[in-house]
């Protein structure tokens, strides 16, 4: 029978000999011996690992930058950048999770962004098994809000570059854009022929400008028909300059035939944050008006009208019903366009399940809600007005959950300021609103969301 032994082979290290009289008679040899132990192989992390570790560097969820000054944004996601330039394995696991989230700052900034990915889609083919070229396809959110479009030539610099950029991001769900752009035709035809334009979630500074003599097709609003899938749209709808069109405008009913009824109809089933900027008569706010939107539940609309049927009014009789935050900005005229008496802020009545109700100038009495009561819990205001103060004194038995009214323009001075300046003035109105309404157990905070030290 064979038997199968097993050998072992014992590897020993090369003996180091020292000879310190290698002329003596009887030299010595001296075996050197090393004093420290033998340093193992450093232990190398797996690509993954370092992938998770660097998506929680890169989007660390504790930092607002919203909050910051330009000049902080821009050095914070400068810095994401550096991570790329550490080592050969940071560079792999970094390179998709910065371009994950691009925010860009100066025109030459994105002409070398647009110049990269044009250049990476000429060099990807057909042999590969992703058809879209990297890193376009890694790019998930693009802002270029902050991009300056002031200057003549611009703006026509910036939109040239998107409409370039547009067909490279395939895997876009968030696009945020300088707020004073019009995009021209090639732009809002290059967006609207982009791959994955259904995917898109968030779209910020969508500006469109309309004019009377400007007939369908309507090219901005076939680019949000595109989008089924947006939570959260924020437009600039530009109409005409002219005042008595845009700052006074009353709103047809949403089923008049003469009402723009080319307007393509929205399908936004999912959209759940709308702000509207200068909500004046165009065809944007007659395919709004239509447009069935079941998740609505946050609208802020700037500037506001004072007119009973006006744009405000007509958004919230038909899109109020689920609101759970509401906040109306600056009305459009000053004083108010109704000669009579102030009118109502009918918010209560047309949103029965609002939790937040954000007011600014002038502020009018609220009309009173249903007898049953309203869920209303937070009211925020620019500065203490003794007339609002009275009329909300007035709905208190109707707002049993009302817990905060909150000042927006105000803070609380320390109290080791003189005690006159803190009964003079604003300080004097607040403190005593404080303890009229800490009668009803409503508390009043400043700007900070603080109570007085």
């Known amino acids: 029978m064979a038997t199968c032994t097993e050998t072992q082979v014992l590897v020993q290290e090369p003996r180091i000999l020292l000879q310190p009289r290698p002329l003596a008679r009887e030299p010595g040899?001296?075996?050197?011996?090393?004093?420290?132990?033998?340093?193992?192989?450093?232990?190398?992390?797996?690509?993954?690992?370092?992938?998770?570790?660097?998506?929680?560097?890169?989007?660390?969820e504790d930092v607002d930058y919203n909050k910051w000054n330009i000049h902080s944004r821009r050095t914070y996601f400068r810095n994401r950048w550096s991570l790329l330039y550490v080592c050969k394995d940071w560079l792999e696991a970094a390179k998709p999770l910065v371009y994950s989230d691009v925010h860009v700052f100066s025109i030459s900034s994105l002409e070398k962004f647009v110049s990269q990915l044009h250049e990476s889609e000429q060099r990807w083919d057909s042999i590969r098994r992703i058809p879209h070229s990297t890193p376009g396809r890694w790019v998930l959110s693009f802002d270029v809000a902050e991009i300056p479009t002031s200057d003549p030539g611009e703006p026509t610099a910036v939109d040239r570059l998107l409409t370039k950029v547009f067909p490279l991001l395939p895997f876009l769900s968030s696009l945020c854009l300088p707020g004073d752009l019009t995009l021209s035709s090639a732009a809002l035809a290059s967006l609207h022929a982009k791959v994955g334009l259904e995917h898109?979630?968030?779209?910020?500074?969508?500006?469109?400008?309309?004019?009377?003599?400007?007939?369908a097709p309507y090219p901005a609003l076939e680019v949000l028909a595109r989008c089924?899938?947006?939570?959260?749209?924020?437009?600039?709808?530009?109409?005409?300059?002219?005042p008595s069109f845009l700052y006074s405008p009353i709103i047809p009913g949403s089923d008049d035939p003469t009402f723009f009824p080319s307007a393509p109809v929205l399908d936004l089933p999912r959209l759940s944050f709308l702000s509207v900027?200068?909500?004046?008569?165009?065809?944007?706010?007659?395919?709004?008006?239509?447009?069935?939107?079941?998740?609505?539940?946050h609208l802020m609309i700037t500037p506001s009208d004072d007119l009973p049927e006006g744009?405000?009014?007509?958004?919230?009789?038909?899109?109020?019903?689920?609101?759970?935050?509401?906040?109306?900005?600056?009305?459009?005229?000053?004083?108010?366009?109704?000669?009579g008496l102030p009118p109502l802020i009918t918010a209560l009545h047309t949103s029965p399940q609002l939790r937040r109700l954000t007011l600014d100038y002038p502020l009018t009495p609220l009309a009173p809600p249903s007898p049953g009561g309203h869920p209303l819990q937070v009211i925020t205001i620019p500065r203490p007005n003794s007339r609002f103060l009275s009329s909300l004194e007035a709905q208190l038995p109707l707002l049993p959950d009302l817990a905060i009214v909150r000042l927006r323009n105000v803070k609380w001075l320390l109290n080791g300021m003189y005690g006159k300046a803190l009964e003079s003035g604003v300080q004097g109105e607040m403190r005593e609103w404080r303890t009229r309404l800490a009668?009803?157990?409503?508390?009043?905070?400043?700007?900070?969301?603080?109570?007085?030290?």
Not at 51 to 58: E, G, R
Not at 201 to 212: E, N, S, V
Request: net charge positive; proline share 12%.
């Open 439 to 453: 009668k009803k157990k409503v508390r009043l905070v400043d700007t900070n969301w603080r109570d007085p030290m």
């Open 277 to 297: 900027f200068a909500p004046s008569l165009t065809p944007v706010l007659a395919a709004l008006l239509r447009a069935p939107l079941p998740s609505l539940q």
């Open 311 to 339: 744009a405000t009014q007509a958004l919230l009789s038909i899109h109020g019903a689920n609101l759970l935050t509401l906040r109306l900005n600056s009305p459009c005229s000053w004083p108010t366009l109704n000669p």
């Open 29 to 60: 040899s001296i075996l050197l011996v090393p004093l420290l132990p033998k340093r193992p192989k450093p232990v190398r992390l797996p690509w993954e690992l370092w992938s998770h570790i660097l998506y929680f560097v890169i989007f660390d």
């Open 228 to 242: 089924t899938q947006l939570e959260r749209l924020e437009i600039i709808n530009e109409g005409p300059h002219a």
């Open 200 to 215: 898109l979630t968030t779209l910020r500074g969508f500006k469109i400008q309309w004019r009377p003599d400007n007939y």
